[in-house]
């Protein structure tokens, strides 16, 4: 019997009550996992998981992930586990620590059953450019339909039902993205709420730790578990967080929502619109106040640019140390520390990366920094202060996560206009304004899940899990997974 298609909080009861063991939770993952046909995994983990499954005999009331099975995306880095990023420069790098977030997971006594496939050092919306190839949508088995990117391989797992739990990271949109198109839980908590230590950076001032479950309640948990000032990170808040599952509730009665009138009119797929405007009447009948507000048209338009500029300079930046000295594999034969960089930075990054690093060096020389990386600073900072300015009157924003329920690999749309550029790219405001932020799935359309996305003010996840928390029951699309769909 699999028990994997199961919440956390669902396995939890299971294993308090002694109906499972932690032991056979992680043989079913990790079995699995080895049939995973998506090209989810980096590595699995199947001898340090099973191990320390069986170490664990006498469940804890209270820890709700005790003896559950999680996997982690691979730029998280895990002690004596091999932690790539996906990329050929790093795909013999085995680190000495682990970070933060696994270290709090590990203490819980929750099981890493592997580690998962990225778009290369995060870079990427596609599940594309990792240096095992193409990362596959679980709903699609033509394998035509991309499960979006950069966490591409953790939200595969827990689509796929391998895993109920599955870490990721979020620079403009990496966990909310394919969170709709694998119709799950995609969480970004506030810009400092989780700490990134041991987290590749790739432009930190928009990394955010987060994470995939298959319902609002497990992403209470969640958070609860992995929120908290760290001494070792010190972008990471001293801010109390809150026992969310507790305080979670359905009343949503008076709670201003706004949707921006700009961004919905970009949204061109009639389906994901007219399922939309039901969730707007759904929010209606609790008694949420909901506006259409605007937002400058070209304000929007700039996002993609203006996030496209920042994160190359600072990926360009946070990337100079792999040089095949100080980390990354050498190619052999250099006979000057010049050629050991250049050899081992040529073969070790893919073509993208590359790309993005000659973007983010231009954008960062004396001569171009006024009109590109300044400028890019001073858009976000507008983009930033409006956005305020509406959750100043609002709870929350609320909007469609995509454009598309279905986004192939190979596009059938050309269109690159004003509209698609929004459609596609606005879930990256609550990267630029460091905002807690959650996509949920709203809707099937021929067996393919999309989502809608929830963003609230800084540091108030409490609002965003409600909001959520109140669809996600009126709409009974809790726990989606490829199990649960046969």
Not at 454 to 482: C, H, M, P, R
Request: glycine share 8%; net charge negative; proline share 3%.
């Amino acid at each position: 019997m699999s028990y994997m298609d199961k919440t956390i909080l669902e396995l939890h009861e299971l294993l308090v009550n002694k109906k499972v063991t932690p032991y056979e939770l992680t043989k079913d993952a990790i079995e699995k996992a080895k049939k995973d046909d998506t090209n989810a995994f980096e590595t699995i983990c199947e001898e340090e998981a099973l191990e320390f499954a069986k170490s664990l005999s006498e469940p804890e009331k209270d820890n709700p992930f005790w003896g559950i099975p999680y996997v982690a995306k691979d730029n998280f880095s895990t002690k004596g586990i091999l932690t790539t990023g996906s990329s050929d420069i790093l795909k013999d790098y085995v680190p000495v620590f682990d970070a933060t977030v696994i270290k709090k997971l590990k203490e819980k006594k929750a099981i890493l059953i592997g580690k998962t496939t990225l778009d290369e050092l995060a870079m990427g919306g596609s599940g594309v450019s990792g240096h095992k190839g193409i990362t596959y949508n679980p709903y699609d088995p033509s394998h035509t339909y991309m499960v979006g990117g950069s966490s591409c391989g953790s939200a595969s797992s827990v689509a796929s039902a391998i895993v109920p739990f599955a870490l990721g990271s979020d620079t403009g949109d990496s966990i909310r993205k394919p969170a709709s198109y694998a119709g799950l839980v995609g969480m970004k908590p506030s810009w400092g709420r989780i700490s990134r230590y041991g987290l590749f950076p790739f432009a930190p001032s928009m990394d955010h730790v987060g994470y995939f479950t298959r319902s609002v309640e497990d992403a209470c948990v969640a958070l609860e578990l992995l929120e908290g000032h760290d001494e070792l990170d010190m972008t990471s808040s001293r801010k109390e967080g809150k026992k969310y599952l507790e305080s979670l509730s359905q009343d949503i009665k008076g709670k201003k929502i706004a949707i921006i009138q700009e961004i919905f009119d970009a949204i061109h797929d009639e389906t994901i619109k007219s399922t939309f405007l039901k969730t707007l009447e759904i929010f209606k009948e609790g008694g949420a106040i909901v506006d259409y507000v605007s937002l400058d048209k070209e304000l929007l338009s700039a996002i993609y640019g203006t996030y496209f500029v920042l994160s190359c300079a600072e990926a360009t930046s946070n990337n100079a140390n792999l040089d095949g000295i100080k980390f990354g594999s050498r190619v052999g034969g250099e006979k000057t520390y010049q050629e050991v960089m250049m050899k081992a930075r040529t073969q070790g990054f893919g073509e993208f990366i590359k790309r993005r690093f000659v973007i983010g060096s231009y954008s960062l020389f004396k001569e171009n920094q006024e009109e590109l990386f300044l400028m890019a600073q001073k858009a976000r900072r507008i983009i930033v202060n409006k956005v305020n300015e509406i959750l100043s009157e609002y709870d929350v924003l609320y909007a469609p996560c995509s454009g598309k329920i279905r986004n192939p690999f190979v596009s059938e749309d050309n269109r690159k206009d004003e509209d698609y550029l929004i459609a596609e790219n606005h879930l990256a405001i609550a990267n630029f304004g460091g905002l807690p932020s959650l996509s949920l799935p709203i809707g099937l359309d021929k067996g393919f899940p999309y989502g809608a996305n929830v963003t609230g003010k800084a540091f108030d996840e409490q609002t965003v899990f409600n909001i959520a928390y109140y669809l996600e029951a009126k709409l009974g699309l809790k726990n989606l997974s490829i199990e649960r769909r046969k």
